[in-house]
């Protein structure tokens, strides 16, 4: 167990360094819990003292457990046309936007998860602008998740992703087999993912983008501190 009043402290303060991911104190068991997974992975044990001794020997996250302690401490939970106000927002406002727009147009869904928020973007234009207009526009999704980026890329999901989505974009949009749903390859190839930690990498450089005109940043904003 925990010895040292001071280690979770100095553990949640290297985490929200290397990953921009917050946890104050009354987020502390939270952390316990993912560290506890990571070390019976790792171990077979679910002592997280012995993970948070090896964070504070190394002053950083070892590189052997940054994606299962990352995978443990990010919620993945989402689904398809999240957040009603901002998508109406997009439909009414920004595709209207898009259609007069004479270069390209481009998006980024920063903290995108299994992939839910940007196949939705890409449904409604699909649905809203013809094929010279979808031509312009680039979306850009990216996580710090590797596990769930893996399954944005399969595009592949269950019945709880759809819980907000009309009927007619499910029935259009996927195909059902055993159970899953699969998304169209025209929907997918709309959509690039990447990994990036934006506490560390975020530069135009390393995104390959010189800038966006359009950001949805509530999956990422809602790990940082003020």
């Known amino acids: 167990m925990i010895n040292k009043a001071g280690s979770i402290d100095t553990v949640a303060g290297i985490i929200e360094n290397e990953f921009g991911l917050y946890f104050p104190q009354n987020r502390y068991e939270n952390l316990k819990r993912a560290l506890s997974g990571v070390a019976g992975l790792i171990y077979g044990t679910e002592d997280s003292s012995l993970k948070i001794k090896d964070i ?11 994606e299962p302690l990352i995978s443990s401490l990010t919620i993945t939970e989402t689904y ?49 602008l013809n094929s010279t207009q979808l031509e312009k526009v680039k979306i850009l999704a ?14 592949i999901y269950t019945d709880w992703s ?14 059902h087999s055993h159970g899953k749903w699969i998304i169209e390859s025209k929907i997918k190839k709309m959509v690039e993912f990447a990994t990036l930690n934006l506490a560390r990498d975020f530069s135009n450089e390393k995104i390959g983008y010189k800038g966006f005109d359009l950001i949805f940043c509530r999956n990422v904003l809602m790990y940082f501190s003020p």
Request: net charge negative; hydrophobic share 35%.
């Open 56 to 66: 504070l020997q190394n002053g950083s996250i070892p590189e052997n457990i940054s």
């Open 80 to 128: 398809f046309f999240r957040e009603a106000p901002s998508i109406s927002l997009f439909v009414n406002k920004i595709i209207p936007e898009i259609k007069e727009r004479d270069g390209e147009y481009r998006i980024w869904s920063a903290g995108c998860s299994s992939g839910e928020e940007p196949y939705t973007l890409a449904m409604l234009l699909r649905e809203n």
């Open 142 to 155: 990216t996580d710090v998740n590797h596990n769930a980026l893996e399954k944005a890329a399969n595009g």
């Open 162 to 175: 759809f819980r907000e989505t009309p009927g007619i974009l499910k029935e259009k949009y996927f195909k």
